[in-house]
């Protein structure tokens, strides 16, 4: 039986969606599993994690295989194969800033927050922009609208959020989306059984 670490979060109710339209049954109903972080299903332990936890779950074995976005595994740089790119739940991780407010103007050094310091950093400087970047685990929305910082830069899906929060994007940095990936060691070893799950995933026969 393989071991699957699932997101508790956003990717959750489509990749079960997309996992029963595929005959894939595992444990879980659409609306998530309530209180429970480990589900027997038929062939398949299912790990429900924080998103960040995810890679970290998946890089050191103790699951063979996960699902998580293109965000944390590269904040992480999670020492994993990435086996299919999923067609639901894509965004932008972005530069965001307050309405009315010029934060490029002047080339000056920003300071930013993010829930993603290190990718957030690394990205600023491959655009050129002299950053410093403040970590913050949630709601990094206010730290723009408060003045915390001079921006954020964090995933953008619908902009809903931002735009009820007198916010706008300043300048798209990545595209994310999520990915099946698997431990290295795992994947040597237990190869014909996870790339069973992959073409399920993928919809391949």
């Known amino acids: ?15 079960v969606a997309l996992a029963d339209a595929r005959g894939l049954r595992l444990g879980l109903a ?8 480990v589900v027997e299903a038929e ?6 994690l924080k998103d960040a936890d995810v890679p970290v779950y998946v890089e050191q074995g103790v699951a063979e295989v996960g699902v998580v976005g293109l965000d944390h595994l ?17 965004c932008r991780l972005c530069l965001i800033a307050r309405d009315g407010v010029d934060i490029l ?14 990718l957030a950093a ?4 491959k655009r ?5 970047v403040v970590p913050l685990a949630g709601s990094v929305e206010l730290a723009a609208r408060l003045g915390l910082a001079d921006g954020v830069v964090d995933l953008v899906e619908t902009g809903c959020t931002l735009r009820e929060n007198g916010l706008h994007p300043v300048e798209d940095w990545l595209k994310v989306a999520p990915y099946l990936i698997a431990n290295r060691a795992a994947f040597f070893v ?4 996870i790339r069973a799950l992959r073409r399920t995933l993928g919809g391949r026969p």
């Open 1 to 15: 039986m393989l071991t699957l670490a699932l997101s508790k979060g956003r990717l959750l109710d489509p990749l």
């Open 30 to 37: 659409v609306t998530g599993a309530g209180r429970a972080l």
């Open 43 to 48: 062939d398949l332990r299912v790990l429900l």
């Open 74 to 90: 590269l904040e992480r740089e999670a020492d994993v194969l990435r086996l299919l790119r999923f067609p639901f739940a894509h």
């Open 105 to 118: 103007k002047d080339g000056r050094r920003l300071l930013l927050a993010s829930k993603y310091p290190r």
């Open 122 to 125: 690394e990205l600023a400087h």
């Open 128 to 132: 050129g922009r002299n950053a410093t």
């Open 190 to 193: 237990r190869g014909d059984e």
